[in-house]
């Protein structure tokens, strides 16, 4: 099992980004996936998630009407669209399969 995050860089606040993670190793179409996020000195917290069928998403507070999370099951890929980031959303993003695996993260910098 791999989850490959990418996508992450600077930008300025009210920009966009978009991340992506790329799934392998297993039947991508038939688990929840998640993004979270852990900002330095901070403890990991939930971002949003999708079901299975990509019909039925759910958000953090913080995060909702900004970021939307997607998935395409043909690639194999689950993405997060952020808009009108803020600084308070600089942090390491890792996508999760299920309630396991974890990828290994991509910087998101919200900065002027």
């Known amino acids: 099992v791999q989850l490959v995050e990418s996508g992450g860089g600077l930008v300025q606040p009210g920009g966009s980004l978009r991340l992506s993670c790329a799934a392998s190793?297993?039947?991508?179409?038939?688990?929840?996936m998640s993004w979270y996020r852990q900002g330095a000195g901070k403890e990991r917290e939930w971002v949003a998630a999708?079901?299975?069928?990509?019909?039925?998403?759910n958000y953090a507070e913080s995060v909702k009407g900004r970021f939307t999370i997607s998935r395409d099951n043909a690639k194999n890929t689950v993405y997060l669209q952020m808009n009108s980031l803020k600084p308070e959303d600089t942090a390491v993003y890792y996508c999760?399969?299920?309630?396991?695996?974890w990828g290994q993260g991509t910087q998101v910098t919200v900065s002027s």
């Open positions: 999760r399969k299920g309630q396991d695996t």
């Open positions: 999708i079901w299975s069928t990509g019909g039925i998403t």
């Open positions: 190793g297993f039947t991508f179409s038939r688990y929840t």
